[in-house]
């Protein structure tokens, strides 16, 4: 580590960014293991390059390009702990996002200081006239970075971002250069060739995929789409009827979905997902005839099928030209919600209440719901609570006026605050479950807690259930010990998978 005195002296020899010969040096000490710490000690330098105005352009575009290309390994494993899908502590996930998100804001700010540069026709700056599709490329690259992170996080997007990139677009149209096909970053680091219209239309068609509808492997699984259709999406000055979206160049704000009588004004450009819907159309297709992935995405990080398929068809959805809507309309309605965390708080909670004389494990909180129908709620999270909240989480719920508990499911969330919830069924029973043959009971070593979900079997004699995760196997009956009743399972398919469930159906027999 080096002397918080000497970071604003960039031009002194003995400073670390001094030279591009001392910057590897001082890169190659970073510590190998430890991502969070190499990334803070990155954006320690990225921060006093960006503030020096006395560095020339070329060696600053060169200090950076070295600090990015050395951080991009570590990016790597900090994305990777922070979706592993294991519990952080709050801690941890906290210090992950924002190592994360810091590098990519000052990355970004190191790159738009370069184009700054150019502008001002800065010393420096005729050595990288070659190179400034690529510099605005990495620039919007950085800034797609923090955009993906704020969605990962389900919080409001900071309107500088969309600000950086209306001015960074402009820019490049100004120079004639956004459809120039350059190679972001050198190889082996990445093969594929982009453009500045590429870029600007991947964190467009980000933006627009409804990812507070997705769980983080899901919003994962859309960001590499993005990438792979990049070249396919479309991009005009005047609406058409390809360009379903549209994006003020000038106003920092969001994009959104184009209106149909929408008339040409402006810094606007309409943008839209061109042919990559019919290449998803295809690829949804095959994987539904073949019940698996094509080989050339069936990458160890999209393996699951079912899983990609899901996030394939919500993408089709939100890209199509016509936006989705709500089975049922939902009407304003306030009212208290009693909201269990989980399958095994939703059992306990039904127990509970079937027995007054059982202890009370309960952890339940209350939600304020702003709107509903009858396939669920829009609902408020309190601002101390919802740590445990995730898309994709099941959760129990009970009105304050209702007599029993039901099962839902997180569907969507916005700004921390707001959760949309899918009701599952208005009914559920507590059951046990078991792989062991003959007579099943509560004591059963074996057993498991499960819910059922169905008032009645359905016409071909089979009925929903709440399993814990990774219960239900194809192959593999189970006995149902239901109301002192003995029944077996056998299986039909699995409907969902989430963190600590499966909802499954199965034909249900009683035992004699």
């Given at each position: 580590?080096?002397p918080m005195?000497?970071?604003?002296?960039?031009t002194?020899?003995n400073?670390?960014?001094?030279?591009?010969?001392?910057?590897k040096k001082a890169i190659?000490?970073?510590?190998?293991?430890?991502?969070v710490?190499?990334?803070?000690q990155?954006?320690?330098w990225?921060?006093c390059?960006?503030d020096n105005?006395?560095?020339?352009?070329?060696?600053?575009?060169?200090l950076?390009?070295?600090?990015?290309?050395?951080?991009?390994?570590?990016?790597?494993k900090?994305?990777?702990e922070?979706?592993?899908?294991q519990?952080l502590?709050?801690?941890?996930?906290n210090?992950?996002?924002?190592?994360?998100?810091?590098f990519?804001?000052l990355?970004s700010a190191?790159y738009n200081q370069c184009?700054?540069?150019?502008?001002?026709?800065k010393?420096?700056t005729s050595a990288?006239?070659?190179q400034?599709?690529a510099?605005i490329?990495?620039a919007m690259?950085?800034?797609r970075?923090?955009l993906k992170?704020?969605?990962?996080?389900y919080g409001?997007?900071?309107?500088?971002?969309w600000?950086?990139?209306?001015?960074?677009?402009?820019?490049a149209?100004?120079q004639?250069i956004?459809?120039?096909?350059v190679?972001v970053y050198?190889?082996p680091?990445?093969?594929?060739?982009s453009?500045v219209q590429?870029?600007?239309?991947?964190?467009?068609?980000l933006?627009v995929?409804?990812?507070d509808?997705?769980?983080?492997?899901?919003?994962?699984?859309?960001e590499?789409t993005?990438?792979?259709?990049?070249s396919?999406?479309?991009?005009h000055?005047k609406?058409?009827a390809?360009c379903t979206f549209s994006?003020?160049?000038s106003?920092?704000?969001?994009?959104?979905?184009?209106?149909?009588?929408a008339?040409?004004?402006g810094?606007?450009r309409?943008?839209?997902?061109?042919?990559?819907?019919i290449?998803l159309?295809?690829?949804?297709?095959?994987?539904?005839?073949?019940?698996d992935?094509?080989?050339d995405?069936n990458?160890?990080?999209?393996r699951?099928a079912d899983?990609?398929?899901?996030?394939?068809?919500?993408?089709?959805r939100y890209w199509?030209?016509l936006?989705?809507?709500?089975?049922s309309?939902?009407?304003?309605r306030?009212?208290?919600?009693?909201v269990?965390p989980s399958l095994?708080?939703?059992?306990?909670?039904?127990i509970t209440?079937s027995?007054?004389d059982?202890?009370?494990?309960?952890?339940?909180e209350s939600w304020?719901v702003?709107?509903a129908n009858d396939?669920?709620y829009g609902?408020?999270?309190?601002?101390?609570?919802?740590?445990?909240i995730r898309?994709g989480?099941?959760v129990?719920?009970?009105s304050e006026?209702g007599?029993?508990w039901?099962a839902?499911?997180?569907?969507?969330?916005?700004?921390?605050?707001?959760?949309?919830?899918?009701?599952?069924s208005t009914f559920a029973s507590p059951?046990?479950?078991?792989f062991?043959?003959?007579?099943?009971?509560?004591?059963?070593c074996?057993?498991h807690?499960?819910?059922?979900?169905?008032?009645?079997p359905?016409?071909?004699?089979?009925i929903?259930l709440?399993l814990p995760?990774?219960?239900?196997?194809?192959?593999q009956n189970?006995?149902m010990?239901?109301r002192?009743?003995?029944y077996?399972l056998l299986p039909s398919?699995?409907?969902?998978r989430g963190n600590?469930?499966?909802?499954?159906?199965?034909?249900?027999m009683?035992c004699?």
């Amino acid at each position: 580590m080096f002397p918080m005195s000497e970071w604003f002296a960039v031009t002194r020899p003995n400073h670390p960014m001094a030279h591009v010969r001392q910057a590897k040096k001082a890169i190659s000490e970073l510590p190998a293991t430890d991502s969070v710490k190499a990334i803070e000690q990155i954006c320690i330098w990225l921060d006093c390059i960006a503030d020096n105005f006395d560095i020339k352009s070329d060696r600053r575009f060169q200090l950076i390009d070295l600090l990015d290309q050395a951080a991009r390994n570590h990016q790597r494993k900090i994305s990777e702990e922070y979706m592993s899908g294991q519990r952080l502590l709050k801690i941890r996930e906290n210090m992950l996002w924002d190592t994360a998100f810091r590098f990519s804001k000052l990355l970004s700010a190191g790159y738009n200081q370069c184009v700054e540069d150019f502008q001002s026709a800065k010393s420096g700056t005729s050595a990288l006239t070659t190179q400034l599709p690529a510099i605005i490329a990495r620039a919007m690259r950085a800034l797609r970075f923090q955009l993906k992170w704020s969605l990962m996080r389900y919080g409001p997007i900071d309107d500088r971002i969309w600000g950086d990139l209306g001015r960074l677009y402009n820019f490049a149209e100004s120079q004639r250069i956004v459809g120039a096909i350059v190679e972001v970053y050198p190889s082996p680091i990445t093969q594929k060739r982009s453009s500045v219209q590429q870029e600007f239309l991947k964190m467009m068609m980000l933006r627009v995929s409804s990812m507070d509808a997705l769980n983080l492997f899901e919003q994962d699984i859309v960001e590499r789409t993005v990438e792979q259709y990049g070249s396919h999406f479309v991009l005009h000055d005047k609406p058409t009827a390809s360009c379903t979206f549209s994006f003020d160049l000038s106003m920092c704000k969001s994009p959104a979905r184009g209106k149909k009588d929408a008339k040409s004004v402006g810094d606007v450009r309409y943008f839209g997902a061109g042919d990559s819907t019919i290449e998803l159309a295809k690829l949804i297709a095959e994987a539904r005839q073949k019940d698996d992935l094509p080989a050339d995405i069936n990458s160890k990080t999209m393996r699951d099928a079912d899983l990609v398929l899901k996030v394939l068809e919500h993408l089709a959805r939100y890209w199509s030209g016509l936006p989705p809507s709500r089975r049922s309309e939902r009407h304003k309605r306030v009212m208290r919600l009693s909201v269990a965390p989980s399958l095994t708080g939703l059992f306990n909670e039904m127990i509970t209440d079937s027995n007054n004389d059982s202890l009370d494990f309960t952890q339940t909180e209350s939600w304020i719901v702003e709107d509903a129908n009858d396939g669920g709620y829009g609902a408020i999270i309190p601002h101390e609570k919802g740590d445990w909240i995730r898309v994709g989480t099941l959760v129990g719920l009970q009105s304050e006026t209702g007599n029993g508990w039901h099962a839902g499911i997180i569907r969507r969330i916005s700004q921390h605050k707001r959760v949309g919830i899918e009701l599952l069924s208005t009914f559920a029973s507590p059951v046990i479950v078991s792989f062991s043959d003959g007579s099943l009971t509560e004591t059963n070593c074996d057993s498991h807690q499960a819910v059922l979900i169905s008032r009645n079997p359905d016409e071909y004699g089979e009925i929903t259930l709440l399993l814990p995760a990774d219960t239900f196997e194809p192959e593999q009956n189970l006995n149902m010990l239901l109301r002192g009743a003995n029944y077996q399972l056998l299986p039909s398919k699995v409907i969902e998978r989430g963190n600590d469930f499966d909802c499954a159906q199965f034909a249900m027999m009683q035992c004699s």
